[in-house]
T-cell receptor
Framework: DAGITQSPRHKVTETGTPVTLRCHQT?????MYWYRQDPGHGLRLIHYSYGVKDTDKGEVSDGYSVSRSKTEDFLLTLESATSSQTSVYFC????????????FGDGTRLSIL | GESVGLHLPTLSVQEGDNSIINCAYSNSASDYFIWYKQESGKGPQFIIDIRSNMDKRQGQRVTVLLNKTVKHLSLQIAATQPGDSAVYFC??????????FGTGTSLTVIP
């Protein structure tokens, strides 16, 4: 299994609070991604990174920010959480952009009350 | 955005039978495809991939078929086992680094 650790695995918080999710990889892969998974939808890309300090928006980036200060860590921040951000969040990594698999962590289940 | 889907939401098969899971993709420019397996409480796990210059690719007990004419992808699992029970979904990759994922088919294997 790819060495991807997501933390925390579960979190319950209140609307309006800031939340940071962490993804840590031991594979030294260049690309890292944050997705959300909701019933009735496929995985949807929030943000991705193509190197240290290099990030770009995905399909559903509103309300989220990311940072990557080290190759191994990619942080996802909800500045002011809303109930619509209740979801399961997955981090993924890949060596190259496209045409090869992305490998996923086991997710963070986030509930915003 | 992309639309990947037309999965049957659920599929039940007897242990030992073959399973076929289908997926339709939307972008004719997509040139790479992946099947993932997701067990409850876990992240998606890579099963098999195929590039658009191929029609078929085989792995251990799994085969992926690609029909570019009708933009259709299928996953065949031979001799399905209880451990194969999971959600299976496909992903398409148009040129670039973005993937578009289907909503998945829940496979239940009946002992």
């Amino acid at each position: 299994d790819a060495g991807i650790t997501q933390s925390p695995r579960h979190k319950v918080t209140e609307t309006g609070t800031p939340v940071t999710l962490r993804c840590h990889q031991t594979e030294n892969h260049r690309y890292m991604y944050w997705y959300r998974q909701d019933p009735g939808h496929g995985l949807r890309l929030i943000h991705y990174s193509y190197g240290v300090k290099d990030t770009d928006k995905g399909e559903v980036s509103d309300g989220y920010s990311v940072s990557r200060s080290k190759t191994e860590d990619f942080l996802l921040t909800l500045e002011s959480a809303t109930s619509s951000q209740t979801s399961v969040y997955f981090c993924a990594i890949s060596e190259r952009a496209g045409r090869q698999p992305q490998h996923f962590g086991d997710g963070t289940r986030l509930s915003i009350l | 955005g992309e639309s990947v889907g037309l999965h049957l939401p659920t599929l039940s098969v007897q242990e030992g039978d073959n399973s076929i899971i289908n997926c339709a993709y939307s972008n004719s420019a997509s040139d790479y495809f992946i099947w993932y397996k997701q067990e409850s409480g876990k992240g998606p796990q890579f099963i098999i991939d195929i590039r658009s210059n191929m029609d078929k690719r085989q792995g251990q007990r799994v085969t992926v078929l690609l029909n570019k004419t009708v933009k259709h992808l299928s996953l065949q699992i031979a001799a399905t086992q209880p451990g194969d029970s999971a959600v299976y979904f496909c992903a398409e990759n148009p040129p670039g680094n973005q993937f578009y994922f289907g909503t998945g088919t829940s496979l239940t294997v009946i002992p």
